[in-house]
């Protein structure tokens, strides 16, 4: 599955228009970003999680993104289910990102 790019208007149509969905707000400057890159993109092709749309988001062009991951950091992911937000925080770790999309599913 591909993994959708997005921005905060775009964002609250998704969430509404999919029943699950991941989100990871990334900062360029942001090295645990692009170390679990490649693990974001294998399970968005994993078919254990097909159900799920992948998105991402660069928190600093988006100002909505921009003040919650401001008050907390990046990688930061969030997870909805049916439009409400399940989960959300900081994650630093492949098996992190795993539990989050096991918690959805």
Partial sequence: MTILESN???????IFEKEKVIVKFIDDACQVCKQLAPSFADFSSNPTYSDITFVRMSASENPVSSKEVRLTGTPFFATYRKGTLQECGVVSTEEEIKRLLDNLR
Avoid: G
Wanted: hydrophobic share 30%; proline share 0%.
């Fill in 8 to 14: 905060d208007d775009h964002l609250r149509q998704l």
